[in-house]
C-alpha cells in the first residue's frame, strides 16, 4: 500500500540564528495521523534551501533517531512543506 504524502499541519519556531545555520524548530502533522515534533530547520551552507535534523535519542549506547524519513520523497515532501512555512514565517517577520 502507498502512503501519500500529505502534510496538513506545519507550525515553525524561529529562534535567533546561530552560527552553525540553526534557524529554529518546526512540529508537522504528516498525513493528519502522525505528530512530529521538535526537528531542527538549518540553512544550507550554500544558502539554498533549508536542511532538516531529526531528534537523536542520546541515551542508547547508539545515537539513535527518534523518527525520520525512510525515503527520499518522504524527505522532500517534509522539506518542501517546511520550507514554503519558514519562507512564510520570514517573510512576515521582515528577515
Known sequence: ????????ETIFFPI???DKGLIGFVNL???NELALNG??????????????VYPINKALPI???YFC???R??????TKAVSIKVNDVISKIGG
Do not use: W
Open 39 to 52: 526537528i531542527a530547520v538549518y540553512t544550507r551552507p550554500s544558502g539554498d534551501g533549508y536542511r532538516l
Open 1 to 8: 500500500m502507498k502512503m501519500r504524502n500529505e502534510i496538513s
Open 63 to 65: 545515537e539513535t533517531h
Open 73 to 78: 520523497e518522504t524527505g522532500d515532501a517534509l
Open 29 to 31: 502533522m504528516y498525513n
Open 69 to 71: 524519513p525512510l525515503n
Open 16 to 18: 535567533r540564528p546561530t
